[in-house]
């Protein structure tokens, strides 16, 4: 991004990714670049002076990450207050100041339109970023005004060597690990660092292969361990996702050492056995549209619920 700090900065960013893809990282590295010291722009940030300190430890007074009181909603007042009145304010210490504002997509109509005149025409000495999942949920008029920056998923090999060589994770659970990110490293770190993650790799193991003869209050009580986990639906959705694939793959081609979860062959080979081709793909879909349905809020444990029955459904 070095590139970027030679001329001046985009007033108006968008960067989208998934969750745990390194949106929050790239923008405290361009927001630190453009806050640095350091003459040259070309060598920005430097990482060495008291700005570059002050950003990295989020104390620097003119950077500034826009709160919004309730989780699941962004409203008009949260964005007058955090930024189109804030923006006015000169910077006290750098050149520009930098807004950061995280989870954008949760920015009802409202708050979109509050910041419309903000990001068409941001003061000289003001950035904003604007930090989504989804660039496809906030308005058009806001989409045209910025430089939109897309993540993209970075290759398995890419993942594999920063679990080996940051991380020191090797053998099948940085396998797991890397096949449970599909291209997210904050998903491999996520579940890399879990603390339970043996305990919720077997636990997880377990649960999918009583999946098909289970009643109705094993479901139920299933439904509610999850809940108790370290770990978010969505990534026990992964590694659910990783367990059908291998699934699917030993029912394709019937070798083993390419599974990821190897020490479970037989578990593998049973379940290959009994669900057919299209039991397969429903059940994939199925982990799809559950995670679809928890960034829509809906209701955690009915999306767990739906998803278990879907999966039995399609076991037998």
């Given at each position: 991004m070095q590139s970027v700090f030679r001329?001046?900065?985009f007033q108006s960013l968008i960067i989208e990714g998934e969750k745990g893809s390194g949106k929050g990282f790239i923008s405290d590295v361009y927001a630190g670049g453009i806050l640095c010291g350091?003459?040259?722009r070309g060598k920005r940030p430097c990482g060495h002076c008291h700005s570059c300190m002050m950003a990295d430890a989020y104390t620097h007074p003119d950077l500034i990450k826009i709160?919004?009181?309730k989780p699941k909603l962004i409203s008009v007042s949260d964005v007058r207050d955090g930024l189109v009145n804030a923006i006015q304010i000169r910077p006290s210490v750098s050149e520009y100041r930098?807004?950061?504002l995280p989870e954008a997509e949760k920015m009802n109509a409202q708050a979109q339109n509050a910041i419309l005149k903000t990001i068409e025409e941001p003061p000289a000495h003001a950035v904003v970023i604007l930090l989504t999942t989804s660039a496809g949920a906030l308005?058009?008029?806001i989409r045209s005004r910025c430089r939109i920056m897309r993540l993209q998923p970075l290759q398995d090999s890419q993942i594999a060597a920063y679990l080996k060589d940051v991380l020191q994770i090797t053998g099948s659970k940085a396998e797991l690990c890397t096949a449970f990110a599909r291209g997210n490293i904050g998903?491999?770190?996520s579940l890399a660092l879990n603390e339970d993650y043996e305990e919720v790799r077997q636990e997880a193991v377990s649960l999918l292969?009583?999946?098909r003869d289970a009643d109705q209050s094993e479901l139920m009580n299933a439904v509610e361990e999850v809940g108790k986990w370290d770990l978010t639906p969505e990534d026990f959705f992964g590694i659910m996702s990783v367990w059908y694939r291998d699934v699917l793959l030993y029912k394709a081609v019937g070798d083993p050492d390419r599974l990821v979860f190897r020490n479970q062959t037989a578990a593998i080979k049973d379940a290959a056995s009994q669900i057919s081709y299209e039991g397969l793909e429903n059940i994939i879909k199925a982990l799809a549209t559950a995670g679809k349905r928890l960034n829509?809020?809906?209701?955690q444990d009915l999306t767990i619920e739906l998803l278990f029955l879907s999966i039995q459904e399609n076991s037998r």
């Open positions: 001329n001046e900065p350091e003459k040259d709160p919004h009181e930098v807004f950061i308005l058009d008029t998903r491999a770190r292969i009583g999946m829509a809020q809906v209701n």
